[in-house]
């Protein structure tokens, strides 16, 4: 089976948090940072499978701080681990406030993406090896995440 570097899969976006985004408290609403979480998670899985996929899990999403009308949001995501047809795909979510040159981890969150084919059948993935740090840390740890996935599934 083919190997891939984690880092081939790295995907970033930018966005600008708006009015229409935020709450009351002129902070972006959790949903609308969800939402960007998805699309760059299903971004990044693409781009490492070659093939359309689907999301089968949000596992965990921490809500560090909050972004604010003006800041920018950075969104970091890359394959950390997988499985047979499936992805897990780690993003971070940094805001920046552009005026005070501040910048601030609003979000950690990791998902699990499988690849599927026209029909919506599952397809295998390619495998990945780490290289940074980071990279080598998440990898080591996502087989306690994948059994903790796998215990909340049998739970139901």
Do not use: C, W
């Not at 081939?8 to 935020?22: C, F, G, I, Y």
């Not at 740090?133 to 995440?145: D, G, H």
């Amino acid at each position: 089976m083919e190997q891939i570097a984690i880092q081939d899969s790295k995907t970033v976006q930018t966005r600008l948090v708006l009015p229409p985004d935020t709450n009351h408290l002129d902070t972006i609403f959790g949903g609308k940072v969800l939402a960007y979480i998805d699309e760059i998670a299903a971004l990044t899985a693409m781009k490492h499978a070659k093939s359309a996929v689907v999301t089968a899990s949000i596992d965990s999403v921490d809500f560090l701080s909050s972004a604010k009308v003006g800041d920018s949001l950075t969104l970091e995501a890359f394959v950390t681990y997988t499985g047979t047809n499936s992805m897990e795909v780690y993003v971070k979510v940094t805001a920046h406030d552009l005026i005070k040159n501040e910048e601030r981890l609003t979000t950690e969150s990791f998902l699990t993406m499988v690849a599927v084919n026209e029909e919506g059948k599952p397809v295998p993935v390619p495998n990945v090896f780490p290289v940074t740090e980071e990279e080598k840390r998440l990898y080591l740890t996502a087989p306690s995440r994948k059994e903790n996935r796998e215990n909340r599934a049998n739970i139901r």
